[in-house]
T-cell receptor, first 112, second 116 residues
Framework: GESVGLHLPTLSVQEGDNSIINCAYS??????FIWYKQESGKGPQFIID?????DKRQGQRVTVLLNKTVKHLSLQIAATQPGDSAVYFC???????????FGKGTSLLVTP | NAGVTQTPKFRVLKTGQSMTLLCAQD?????MYWYRQDPGMGLRLIHY???????AKGEVPDGYNVSRLKKQNFLLGLESAAPSQTSVYFC???????????????FGPGTRLTVL
């Protein structure tokens, strides 16, 4: 079946730098994408979402970019802080319309 | 609001034992979901519910049953636990579905289950 995947399993950045986490998807029919952050021992927490009629959406210190041509989305975190260390998941709207199809996750480590 | 709560937080079972995981949400959400999370596998959908009294199968439903007798509760049952069901289980709820708009799902803290 079609799946959502991430380019890198781990990413290490220095505090204060910008982080970019990438995600590729293969289902061209997907029209909704969402990023979650999961800290150790906790459930996933919503960061930002985007629909396919948009190329970019900004939140507080985060930006999601969607490139439908190459079926790629990215999460940019500005001025990365130690509290941003976590696993980040991208997910796409499933064909059923009800559930989300999650990628395997990227571990972000912020070093001082 | 407590959001989404799950009980228990941890459980150890022997092969063949049964148990029920309870999920509760106080956001009046119509939709609820059960996922399992295994190392390197991300989250996989087990079952979901689109309203009180309704349930549907997700990606990995075998070995699990669910019930949604009340809108705020979604129960996940294991009738005969197997070591392959050792995992972290997350419950989630949402106000809307994907095709209708934002599908932000709110997750509980998880239940760590070990089957020996």
């Amino acid at each position: 079946g079609e799946s959502v995947g991430l380019h890198l399993p781990t990413l290490s950045v220095q505090e204060g730098d910008n982080s970019i986490i990438n995600c590729a998807y293969s289902n061209s029919a997907s029209d909704y994408f969402i990023w979650y952050k999961q800290e150790s021992g906790k459930g996933p927490q919503f960061i930002i979402d985007i629909r396919s009629n948009m190329d970019k959406r900004q939140g507080q210190r985060v930006t999601v970019l969607l490139n439908k041509t190459v079926k790629h989305l990215s999460l940019q975190i500005a001025a990365t802080q130690p509290g941003d260390s976590a696993v980040y998941f991208c997910a796409e709207g499933s064909n059923s319309g009800y559930a989300l199809n999650f990628g395997k996750g990227t571990s972000l480590l912020v070093t001082p | 609001n407590a959001g989404v709560t799950q009980t228990p937080k941890f459980r150890v079972l022997k092969t063949g034992q049964s148990m029920t995981l309870l999920c509760a949400q106080d956001m009046n959400h119509e939709y609820m979901y059960w996922y399992r999370q295994d190392p390197g596998m991300g989250l996989r959908l087990i079952h979901y519910s689109v309203g009180e009294g309704t349930t549907a199968k997700g990606e990995v439903p075998d070995g699990y049953n669910v019930s949604r007798l009340k809108k705020q509760n979604f129960l996940l049952g294991l009738e005969s636990a197997a070591p392959s069901q050792t995992s972290v289980y997350f419950c989630a709820s949402s106000y809307a579905i994907v095709v209708a708009g934002s599908n932000e799902q709110f997750f509980g803290p998880g239940t760590r289950l070990t089957v020996l």
